[in-house]
């Protein structure tokens, strides 16, 4: 589990794919510090389990499924990733809770600057979009976002001068894939309720259903 705040950039040293999966290597910089084989690692959003560590460089082996859901399999030597550690017992959730089971990647199709800060629009896949709130959160790249706009085909985002300095976001382009993780909370409410709506009226959850139980 992790928190979707970035520790720091680290850059990829190696990325080799080999019958569908990848031998990744990272140099993470001080999150390298006291990883051991077998602990997580959040790279891009995705929770990678650590196979090697040399000094400041560790290397994850990363499955199919996740090179063809994520970005990962984009990465090639230089790249620079978010990274974060699994979040310990007690620690801090300034975030919110992130599985780090990316749903999908997401291509951005605009950027609009201005005022110090900039505003993000991206398309995910559809079957994606019924967990998007407006003020929900969502991580993008790994990292913990607010929703501001949420249409029936896009979502927006704003970046803040921290969040563009202290993550990868800022190098972001229109065009670019990044991995998107929904809500985890906003998953399970809209399989509960579309469970006990699809019972009962075949067809899915509606809006006008959602008001006669008071959640909208």
Known sequence: ??????????????????LGNMELTVDLGTP????????????????????RVDGTQTTFDVVSETVDRTNLGLLKPGDRVNVERALRAGG????????????????ITR????????????????????YMVVKGSVAIDGVSLTLVDVT????????????????????????????????????IVVRQLEGRFTAARPGGVTLQQLAEHGFT
């Open 111 to 130: 950027i609009d600057t201005g005022a110090g800060q900039w505003k993000v629009w991206l398309e995910p896949p559809p079957d994606l979009m019924r």
């Open 92 to 107: 801090s959730i300034d975030g919110h809770l992130v599985q780090g089971h990316v749903d999908g990647t997401a291509r």
């Open 1 to 18: 589990m992790f928190t979707g705040i970035i520790e720091s950039i680290g850059t990829v040293r190696a990325a080799r794919v080999r």
């Open 152 to 187: 029936d085909r896009q979502i927006s985002v704003v970046l803040i001068p921290t969040t563009l300095e202290r993550t990868t976001l800022g190098r972001r382009r229109v065009g670019d894939l990044v991995n998107i993780e929904t809500d985890l909370i906003a998953r």
């Open 32 to 51: 390298a510090a006291g990883l051991v084989p077998g602990a997580s690692v959040s790279i891009n959003g995705a929770c990678l389990t650590v196979a």
